[in-house]
Structures are given as structure tokens and as C-alpha cells.
């Protein structure tokens, strides 16, 4: 049963959705549906558990394809990706790096993010603090990107060519 903490915490540009929060001994946890488990309620991972929430109760993103804190290597260095959703084949489809509301997004995560892609080569890169969301499409054939307004719907975006 979890506790009542009402820890404070900052209002983000994301619709709110109510998380599972418990004390475990001194340490804050928020249940995180993905992962199946507690995690320390970290300012980013306050943006995590929303961001995702946002995806998968408002733009339609299965639960069942995403994953969160996936260990991938990288230029033989080990790394952890915030959130990656596959697509049906099991393929990453799109990066999701998050950072606390208050770190101001730069170049730097850009480049972080782009890193990881160099491995798992997924079709949307997505950068968020909570309050600014950033989203990249690539086109692989092209050799291009470009960023979009908006975060995509799934649901238009499965309907694209090369989509499974």
C-alpha cells in the first residue's frame, strides 16, 4: 500500500498523472510500471514517470514496447538510456533522454543522445526536462534529420513507410 508522501514537486509542462510513492527507509520511491519496481523518485525520474505516462495515456505509445534504463554499449563504454520504445519487431524506434527540470538542455544531451543512437540506430531522438520536449525524426536512406514540433501520436506514426 503506498504512503501519502505529497514530496514537492516542480509542475512540469506535462499533464500530471499520480504516481505510487512510498517511504523505504528514509528514501522516496516512486513506482515505475516499466521497470516493475520502486525506484528513488530523483527529480529526473519525477520527469521520467510523467513523460512516460504522457506517452502512453495521451499519445497512444504501448507500455508493452517501451523500457526504461536500458544498458547499451557505446564505444566500449557501458551506458543506460533513459527510455527506449521498440517497435513491433523489437527494434529501437525512439531515444528518450531526460533531465531534471532544472538542467537547461544543451548541445551536450544532443550529443549524449546522438551517441546512443550510434548503437541502436532508432528512427526518433526525444530530449526532455519536463518542461521543454525536443524531437528529432531521422531518415537513415537520406542521411538527414530534422526536428519536429511536436512529439508524435503512435498512432501516426506506425502509419508511416519503413514503420512495423
Known sequence: MAE???PRLPELNLPYTPMRIRNEKGIIKVFD???DKYVGLTPEEYVRQQFCA????NLHYPASLMANEIGIEVNGTKKRCDTVVFDRDGHPFM???YKAPDVTITQ???DQIVRY???LRARYLVVSNGLNHYCCGIDYKEGTYHFIPKIPDYRDITLLPGSN
Open 117 to 119: 543512437n550510434m548503437t
Open 108 to 110: 551536450n544531451v544532443f
Open 33 to 35: 510500471t516499466l521497470r
Open 54 to 57: 504522457w506517452l502512453t495515456s
Open 95 to 97: 531515444i528518450v533522454e
Open 4 to 6: 501519502n508522501l505529497s
